[in-house]
Each structure stands twice: as structure tokens, then as C-alpha cells.
């Protein structure tokens, strides 16, 4: 159901929600969520964070966006830039995902992705690669932004790789760059 100022939820009833929205054991979900949304929840972000790795399961992988775009160019972006300390503009769950032990981020200086659960080291990996197709946000020397080994190509091409829009439009959505980086290699 859509969430309002009233609505309280536990992990439990956000599993059962996101079990009900088609997340499976194994899959690998990218999840763009504005946590002020989702109302009340029992236990906070880590409620959250735990719904989404119980639905999951030991074999599934959460991401989720890390991006750090408080400045407005491309070179005070990448001045600012540190993997590990560096933190996320994309709301407050996916700071609060970033900064959990165990969680691990691509090295980009704008575009990074959090990751935690199967391989997520490996799967975030690669981040600096400059294989596959260009994007305005390319910067060297980070690779490329949707390239070949990025974290959301390798998501997109994935045999369970799903995402999750939760309390945000498409106009958030980092996957409509996938389709225009795919739409301006076909011009």
C-alpha cells in the first residue's frame, strides 16, 4: 500500500510488502528510496536495510545509489571525492546503508553504488574501467560511469537484477541514464 504520515511499519511488514512487490531469494535489487516516505518504521533504517536482505536471502544482493553530486561540476565533484569517507547525496537510507560494516562502494567519484550481500565486492569491482559505452559523466581517471563493469550494467544484465522505486518518481531513477547512454550510442 502507499505509505503516509500515519502508517507504522516493522521489518516484518516491510518483508511481507516486499515479498508481495516480487522480490525474490538470490536476485540482485537496486533500490532508489526516499526513507521520509515509508512513514513510521519500527527499528528505523536498519528495519529497513534487514527487510530487504531477509527477502533476499543469503544469495541476493542489495544496491544501492552512493552518489556524491553536492557540487555542482564534474572536477569539485571528483576533488571531493573519497570511497570511503565521501558521503552519499542520494538520501538518508543510502548513507545509512553505506556506512553499515560490511557494505562496500564502486569507486566513482560521482556515480559510486553501495553494495552488500553475495559477492558484492566483486560485483562493485571494476567501477574504474573504461570499457564499454561513454557517458557525459565519464571523468578520468574513473572509468566509465555506465560502462561495461559498472555496477548498474552489470546489474541490468544480470539474470535476477531488479529495481525497486520506493517513495521516488522515474525522475530520480539513475536507470533512465542507462537507457539515454544507450539511446546516444545508437545516434
Do not use: Q
Amino acid at each position: 500500500g502507499t505509505a503516509s504520515a500515519t502508517t507504522t511499519h516493522s521489518r516484518a511488514s516491510l518483508l511481507r510488502d516486499l515479498v508481495r512487490l516480487g522480490v525474490r531469494a538470490g536476485d540482485t535489487l537496486f533500490v532508489h528510496a526516499s526513507f521520509r516516505s515509508l512513514g513510521t518504521v519500527e527499528g528505523g533504517a536498519a528495519a529497513v536495510i534487514g527487510a530487504f536482505e531477509e527477502a533476499l536471502g543469503p544469495r541476493g544482493l542489495l544496491l544501492m545509489p552512493s552518489f556524491n553530486l553536492a557540487a555542482k561540476g564534474y572536477a569539485e565533484r571528483a576533488a571531493a571525492w573519497n570511497r570511503d569517507t565521501t558521503p552519499s547525496t542520494t538520501g538518508w537510507l543510502s548513507e545509512f546503508f553505506r556506512r553499515l560494516p560490511g557494505t562496500v562502494r564502486s569507486d566513482h567519484y560521482s556515480h559510486a553504488i553501495a553494495a552488500r550481500g553475495h559477492d558484492a565486492a566483486a560485483f562493485v569491482a571494476g567501477h574504474t574501467r573504461s570499457e564499454g559505452l561513454p557517458s557525459p559523466w565519464d571523468l578520468a581517471p574513473w572509468g566509465r560511469t555506465y560502462g561495461t563493469h559498472s555496477p548498474l550494467i552489470k546489474a541490468y544484465h544480470g539474470p535476477a537484477g531488479k529495481v525497486l522505486m520506493l517513495g521516488v518518481g522515474y525522475e530520480s531513477s539513475t536507470y533512465c541514464h542507462v537507457v539515454e547512454t544507450f539511446f546516444w550510442a545508437w545516434l
